[in-house]
């Protein structure tokens, strides 16, 4: 049976990357059959290790909450909790502090890159962001992990510090695998060999207004040559656009390939984004009511982390009791 953990940076405005490639599986999850519990967390502890605005944080964590709310998580399948909440996440990730050689850390792609973007933000918080991500995940007892392609690293070394922590201290941890789905990496519109972010400005925000889907559709770039073909390493733009159009609208990649074998880039990218204006309009509708009752929003927030201090200490007070801390 899969226990489910996953959470999302509340960095900027959940695009169309976070969706096709965690958030869309959150909501599957909920009705699997192997699935027996589920945490969703608006990881707002890791969202502070890069840069980000203190007036707006509050409100960006909000933000977060409620686009899962939209995308169709149900509190009643699943505990959806803010990170900072449920205070053992810290308390586990120091602990593991304890074991983790800094060297698995330095070499992380992730840390890398936030740090060549950021290189003022050189500091504790973000070399330690992937031991904080194994306490989020170890903390429930959590087996199974949707995420985008790039967490995939990540999760090794969760791995790696359950190992170790269960060869120090004895048996405590099962192993965790990633669960990807087929669009595991979206790449940006503009830059195609980078990934959708959301603090790059070309990200389709799942509460962007059709027009602005259109427009940023519209001025993403294409590759050379007017086939519409899915070849993601000759032509990776087009792909990409493929992807998106094939998992939103339910049709393969084939027939897509053979429905615009005579068409041209500005027709398809005209279609596509219509479908996604069109597959976004529910969920922004259910958006506009749960913001409507923030109060009530709040509460779904603070009976899961209820739920989820339960499940956390028990967890701990085992890890602590194995380390003599008790
Ligand atoms: N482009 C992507 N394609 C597929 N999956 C993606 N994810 C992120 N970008 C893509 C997945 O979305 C989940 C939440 O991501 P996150 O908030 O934990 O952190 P991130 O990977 O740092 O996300 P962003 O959007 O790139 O934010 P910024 O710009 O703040 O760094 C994860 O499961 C992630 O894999």
New binding site residues.
């Given amino acids: 049976m899969n226990r489910i953990f ?4 509340p ?2 405005k959940i ?1 169309l ?2 969706y ?3 958030l869309k599986k959150w909501v599957e999850l909920q009705d699997d059959k192997q699935t027996e519990s589920i945490i969703y967390a608006v ?1 707002d502890y ?1 969202g502070i290790t ?1 840069p980000f605005d203190p007036k707006e944080y509050k409100m960006q964590i909000m933000e977060a909450a409620l686009d899962f709310l939209s995308v169709g998580v149900n509190p009643e399948k699943s505990l959806l909790i803010r990170q900072s909440h449920v205070p053992q996440h810290t308390e586990l990730a120091w602990i593991f502090n304890t074991i983790t050689p800094v060297s698995w850390l330095e070499r992380l792609p992730n840390y890398k890159e ?1 740090l060549a973007s950021s290189p003022k933000y050189n500091h504790m918080g973000l070399l330690d962001y992937p031991v904080l991500m194994a306490a989020d995940i170890l903390l429930y007892k959590s087996n199974a992990v949707p ?5 995939k690293p990540h999760i090794d070394i969760t791995n790696e510090i359950a190992k170790k922590f269960n060869s120090m201290f004895g048996e405590t941890f099962e192993p965790v695998k990633p669960i990807f789905t087929e ?5 940006s519109l503009q830059e195609p060999s980078k ?6 400005d070309d ?1 389709i925000a799942l509460t962007d207004d059709p027009d602005a889907i259109r427009e940023k559709i519209k001025r993403a770039v294409t590759d050379s040559g007017s086939e519409i073909i899915y070849d993601s390493k000759n032509k990776p733009a087009i792909s990409n656009l493929l992807m998106i159009y094939h998992v939103l609208s339910g049709k393969s990649l084939e027939d897509l390939t053979e429905q615009y074998q005579n068409k041209n880039y500005s027709q398809f990218k005209n279609d596509l984004a219509e479908i996604v204006v069109g597959y976004l309009e529910p969920i922004q509708k259910r958006r506009k009511e749960f913001s409507g009752d923030m109060d009530a929003v709040e509460k779904i927030l603070t009976n899961s982390e209820k739920k989820a201090i339960d499940m956390a200490s028990a967890t701990l007070a085992g890890v602590k009791a194995k380390m003599g801390l008790l």
Avoid at 195 to 200: A, H
């Fill in positions: 996953s959470g999302v940076r960095s900027g695009h990357g976070n096709l490639g965690a990881v890791h890069t936030k995420v985008g392609e790039d967490q669009a595991a990496r979206i790449m990934k959708m972010s959301k603090t790059g990200g």
